[in-house]
């Protein structure tokens, strides 16, 4: 009698845990506020993403504003790359994008996001943001560019200065 009331009870709390299963799957801009459960880079292990600070970086047609960037070893960033101009336009990083010099949690945009520990080059639409979740680790300068034919030439360049 036991048995049967406990395989009820079961089949009863199934649609629950299938619901709550599929809402974790569901990529969206709620979603991006939780803990991703794949792999990560290890020196995210511990970061409180509650404490995030936002530093929003202008795309222009052609420079970067601020083209001079300071962040600080340890803290969570979320980088906003807005292109405001006119044609699309991208961030290399010449010496910035690598994963001994930021751990790169994710990035995100209104259309979804990816989790990543390691990028070599983010390119942005025209009137369009993408957001880079990352914590320097790596106190120096740090080189990056848009690669977009003529974009470095007319000074579309930047520098990440990593403070302990
Ligand atoms: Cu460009």
Redesign the pocket.
């Known amino acids: 009698m036991s048995a049967v009331k406990t395989l009820v009870g079961a089949l009863r709390a199934a649609p629950i845990a299938i619901a709550l299963a599929f809402g974790t799957g569901v990529a969206g801009a709620a979603a991006a506020e939780e803990e991703p459960v794949v792999r990560m880079h290890p020196a995210l292990a511990g970061i409180d993403w509650t404490e995030v600070t936002v530093v929003e970086v202008a795309?222009k047609?052609?420079s970067y504003e601020p083209d001079e960037i300071r962040l600080k070893v340890g803290q969570p960033y979320k980088l906003v790359l807005r292109n405001v101009?006119a044609?699309?336009?991208?961030m290399v990083g010449g010496s910035l994008f690598d994963e001994k010099v930021i751990a790169l949690r994710m990035v995100n945009s209104s259309v979804g996001r990816v989790i990543a520990d390691y990028v070599n080059s983010v390119y942005v639409r025209s009137r369009n943001d993408i957001e880079l979740w990352l914590v320097p680790l790596k106190a120096g300068d740090y080189s990056f560019f848009?690669?977009?034919p003529g974009?470095?030439e007319d000074g579309?360049e930047g520098i990440v200065r990593i403070v302990p």
């Open positions: 795309l047609d052609h101009g044609v699309a336009h991208d848009c690669s977009l974009h470095r579309m």
